[in-house]
């Protein structure tokens, strides 16, 4: 019994991935080398064409949603670093009340976030129709529908993501590991450089995995902050689902996409070295 106990502790999650996540997989596999249509229905006809097709059609969505990732995971880690470091060594007693800032917008719903950055970043919105009418910024200035719009609105809504693992690294450095450097004469730039970076490079690791993914997939922000020439792949597959009922193409474009991610992931790591990380994150 003791040999089953591993096992049978594993069995709920195990069969709740199987049935929520492998059969889905599975019949989405089947689906997109069918053909058809959702009057006559679809077949199986083993049609591979539907990834190749899909992907010369699209490849510059395809494009855009990676250059659109890699730029906000890249802005992401620049803000959420100095955040999570100020939580981790200068938060003191206040560190809860600081992180519950950081989680507060998850409050709201992820649409309502976004399209309040709508409201605010509008032409004539609270932000810029004051700048506009002091002279600050001409006339025919706008944000939406713009790149800028939607990687911002991508970084906002992700950004918590970024900042909770590097902070929980963070939080494991011992400040007298710092401090011995410094009294070994160590400047305080060597001393991050040499000790807290190497350190928190789980955190960062697990940051960018749980950001550049959503960031990529997402058609959220680029549907309601950017407009015909912002669109990202997951708007294409929306649409292709929910409009055009192309549900072959469709799942050819999302398994396209998840083997696309999983071999940037992959390069990611191996790029940074995860023997390396697994290190530091074990001392």
């Known amino acids: ?130 700048l506009k009418s002091l002279g600050v910024l001409p006339a025919d200035f706008h944000v939406l529908q713009t790149t800028v719009a939607v990687v911002g609105g991508l970084v906002y809504n992700y950004l918590p993501f970024m900042i909770l693992p590097i902070y929980v690294a963070l939080e494991r450095v011992d400040p007298r590991v710092v401090e011995a450097a410094q009294d070994l004469y160590a400047t305080r730039t060597d001393a991050f450089r040499k000790i807290v970076l190497p350190l928190s490079l789980p955190g960062v690791f697990a940051g960018v995995l749980m950001t550049f993914v959503p960031m990529t997939a997402d058609y959220v922000n680029a549907g309601i902050l950017g407009g015909p020439q912002n669109t990202m792949i997951g708007n294409i597959i929306q649409t292709k689902y929910l409009v055009n009922n192309d549900y072959p193409s469709a799942a050819a474009l999302s398994f396209t996409l998840m083997a696309a991610m999983l071999v940037g992931i992959f390069a990611y790591a191996k790029a940074l070295g995860t023997e390396n990380v697994l290190e530091a994150a074990a001392r």
Do not use: C, H
């Open 1 to 130: 019994m003791k040999r089953l106990t591993p096992y049978l502790l594993i069995l709920p999650g195990g069969l709740w991935l199987a049935i929520f996540l492998v059969v889905p997989m599975v019949f989405m596999a089947s689906v997109s080398t069918q053909e058809g249509n959702v009057v006559d229905g679809f077949a199986q006809t083993f049609n591979f064409a539907n990834y190749t097709n899909t992907l010369a059609l699209f490849q510059t969505q395809f494009l855009r949603s990676v250059g659109y990732g890699l730029a906000g995971t890249l802005i992401a880690i620049a803000l959420a670093y100095p955040i999570a470091y100020w939580i981790a060594f200068k938060g003191g007693a206040r560190k809860s009340t600081y992180l519950l800032l950081v989680l507060l917008p998850f409050f709201v719903s992820f649409v309502l976030r976004t399209v309040s950055w709508k409201f605010l970043l509008a032409d004539e919105g609270i932000v810029l129709a004051p």
